[in-house]
């Protein structure tokens, strides 16, 4: 790893990203991790990157207003990752002021390549001068989060979606809504559903997060619950009870 291929990876999917980074790192590069634009905007106030990779779906900010940031303050070259593969999507993401855009799932080898690609082309033509990476101001941050309503055992994502659950799945997600981006111990949660902590209990309870994370469907987006192994889970986003 070099001084001259430092970047910045801003993923809120924390295995998606530490993937991410570990086979970048692998593929010679000095990577930083970041979970949100928060992260982003602490990171490059420490220190200088040559390249951002932005998922758009970010928690507290659009990725594609942290790249209108970049391409405005700095001369970091951009790469977004998303889901969508809409032509509105791939016109706003470049008008924002990305070099590359790439669909998830993606492959890491091809991802490698576009940043080879990207900053062999950086380095001929001599601009390795970054512009000042901290303006007067940095773009408003939101403070979507999501919500678990107690009075009406329901959820809300960020979004403003909402979702019923049964008195087991609010169970569990109040327990881990309890100590949000924290692991709880998988035993401590049988314990909360009541299920017993055999064989049986255990798949029960790999069931009722399966359960939840089809609810994908109805909130337009993934409940962030995190399967740590051989320790338990967490609930990877900001969430307050109410």
């Known amino acids: 790893m ?7 990876v801003v993923e809120d999917d924390h295995d998606f990203r530490e993937s991410m980074v570990e086979y970048l790192e692998l593929a010679g590069y000095a990577v930083t991790g970041a979970g949100s634009a928060l992260e982003f905007y602490q990171a490059i106030a420490r220190e200088e990157f040559l390249l951002a990779i932005l998922d758009i779906g970010l928690p507290d900010q659009d990725g594609c207003v942290i790249a209108g940031y970049i391409r405005n303050n700095t001369d970091m070259r951009i790469v977004m990752l998303t889901a969508q593969s809409s032509l509105d999507s791939k016109v706003n993401a470049y008008r924002s002021g990305a070099d590359t855009y790439l669909v998830k799932p ?3 080898a091809e991802l490698a390549a576009s940043l080879d690609s990207m900053l062999g082309r950086l380095s001929k033509s001599g601009a390795q001068d970054l512009k000042p990476q901290q303006p007067e101001t940095v773009p408003e941050l939101k403070s979507p989060q999501w919500r678990l309503v107690q009075s009406e055992h329901t959820l809300f994502a960020p979004n403003g979606v909402m979702t019923t659950l049964t008195s087991r799945e609010f169970d569990l997600l ?3 809504a309890s100590s949000p981006k924290t692991v709880v111990d998988r035993k401590a949660i049988l314990k909360t559903l009541d299920y ?3 064989d049986l209990g255990n798949r029960a309870l790999d069931a009722l997060v399966h359960r939840l994370r089809r609810k994908k469907e109805d909130l337009d987006r993934l409940i962030p619950i995190k399967t740590v192994h051989g320790a338990g889970y967490s609930f990877s986003e900001l969430i307050v009870i109410e």
């Open 196 to 198: 017993d902590d055999d």
């Open 2 to 8: 070099t001084e001259g291929k430092k970047i910045i």
């Open 174 to 176: 109040e327990k881990l």
């Open 106 to 108: 993606i492959d890491f």
